[in-house]
């Protein structure tokens, strides 16, 4: 009984976890789309997002801040996900957890850039002259290649569907929850994954783009997220190996 006890403990706080991650980080999301034309404003050239970044004030920082901390909150409802599906020895599924928080700390790192490194480039490029805009634009594009096209969204999105598609295939499988939130996290990482191609589009011209990718697939995903946390709170009564398929 204890340890039935313990496992539904487990499955709430993962549950409320993911919920609570899912939709702060979603309000933090919507605030800085508003503030800052996010994530449109990422495939425009230094000359129009520094200062845009300027205009924006200490407040736009902070958003930057808010945002990369909420979604840094689904770390710990990942780590937990495999003891909470009482799933610990399955070893697919500890390397996909392992996968999914690596997804987490790319993703913040991306994020970050903007609150450690974008300020003092978009100071220099504002109040500098010619030469030093052209210098500033080309640190710009560097930093913005590497720690956001190439770790915060290339790395930090595929190993973030890496997970969530393992994840819906396990649900599959094992049915430790019902079938129906394994094909929407199956749907939500293949839309998701669609939108590689707008980042691979940033160094191989001509890519095949398709717009409503990144929108769609990361609406989805965080959408599927919620309902995980949604399913594991209305499962943190039944017993963690029961069979749930139907």
């Not at 993703?107 to 850039?113: D, K, Q, T, V």
């Not at 915060?152 to 819906?168: D, K, N």
């Amino acid at each position: 009984m204890r340890l039935e006890s313990d496992g539904a403990g487990l499955r709430r706080v993962t549950g409320v976890l993911f919920v609570v991650g899912a939709v702060a980080f979603a309000v933090a999301a919507t605030v800085l789309s508003s503030a800052f034309d996010w994530p449109d404003i990422l495939r425009e050239p230094a000359g129009v997002v520094l200062p845009a970044f300027v205009a924006g004030g200490r407040s736009l920082v902070w958003i930057w801040f808010a945002t990369a901390w909420t979604y840094a909150v689904l770390l710990v409802p990942i780590l937990l996900l495999p003891a909470a599906l009482d799933r610990r020895h399955d070893a697919v599924l500890r390397a996909a957890t392992y996968v999914g928080a690596t997804s987490v700390v790319l993703s913040l790192i991306g994020f970050l850039r903007w609150v450690f490194v974008v300020p003092p480039l978009a100071d220099s490029y504002v109040g500098g002259d010619a030469a030093t805009q052209a210098s500033v634009a080309a640190a710009w594009t560097a930093q913005h290649q590497f720690g956001g096209a190439l770790l915060g969204e290339h790395l930090g999105q595929l190993f973030a569907v890496a997970w969530s598609a393992t994840v819906s295939v396990l649900i599959v499988r094992t049915g430790v929850l019902p079938r129906w939130v394994s094909w929407t996290g199956l749907i939500a990482s293949g839309l998701y994954l669609a939108n590689q191609g707008d980042i691979l589009a940033t160094t191989i011209p001509g890519f095949p783009v398709w717009d409503l990718a990144g929108l769609l697939g990361s609406s989805l995903w965080g959408l599927w997220v919620l309902v995980l946390g949604v399913t594991l709170l209305g499962r943190s009564r039944s017993r963690p190996g029961a069979d749930t398929r139907s």
